[in-house]
C-alpha cells in the first residue's frame, strides 16, 4: 500500500516521503497514531502544493538572510566597556551586547544565538565575528571594543 507520512516515523522515512509499506502495518500502525495518510489522488496533490509553500518559505527565508548580510557586511560595531588599570576589562562583552550593539548601529535584528564567538571578547580593539544568518549564509562583521 502507497502512504505519505505525516511525521517523521524512525526506521521508516520523513515527512512528506511517499512510501510503499505492508497493508498491516499501514492500518495498524501508521493510520491510527496518524503518522501516514493513503497515498490517493487528493492526499498526492496535497503534498504536492505543501511541498511547493515549503519551498517558497524556504527561499523567501534565504533572501532575508541574504539582505540582512548585506546590511552588515563590512559593517564595524563599537561596544564601550568599562576599563581599569592597564587596558584591562572588567568583564567580558559577549554575544547578547554584540546583539543589541547591532540592532542600534544597524537596525537589523540578529539573534545572539547566530553569533559565532569562541570565546567571550575580554580585551580592547577589533576582532572579526562571524554570524550564521542561514545555513548557506554567513555575514562577517568587525566588532571594535573601546574604553567607554
Known amino acids: 500500500m502507497k502512504v505519505i507520512l505525516t511525521q517523521d516515523v524512525k526506521k521508516v522515512g520523513k515527512k512528506g516521503d511517499m512510501l510503499e509499506v ?10 491510527p497514531k496518524g503518522l501516514a495518510v493513503e497515498a ?7 503534498r504536492k502544493l505543501e511541498q511547493r509553500a515549503e519551498d517558497k518559505r524556504k527561499q523567501q527565508e ?3 538572510a541574504k539582505g540582512i548580510e548585506e546590511k552588515l557586511k563590512d559593517k564595524t560595531i563599537k561596544i564601550g566597556v568599562k576599563v581599569g588599570e592597564g587596558g584591562k576589562v572588567f568583564g567580558s562583552v559577549t554575544s547578547k551586547e554584540i546583539a ?8 537589523v535584528e540578529v539573534d545572539k544565538k547566530k553569533i559565532q564567538l ?11 565575528i562571524s554570524i550564521k544568518l542561514h545555513p ?4 562577517t562583521i568587525t566588532v571594535l571594543v573601546v574604553e567607554a
Request: net charge neutral.
Open 62 to 64: 534565504l533572501d532575508n
Open 136 to 139: 548557506a549564509v554567513t555575514a
Open 22 to 31: 505492508k497493508d498491516g502495518y499501514a492500518r495498524n500502525a501508521l493510520f
Open 100 to 107: 543589541e550593539a547591532i540592532q542600534k548601529e544597524c537596525g
Open 40 to 46: 490517493n489522488a487528493v492526499n498526492i496533490n496535497q
Open 118 to 128: 569562541k570565546d567571550a571578547i575580554k580585551g580592547l580593539g577589533g576582532q572579526a
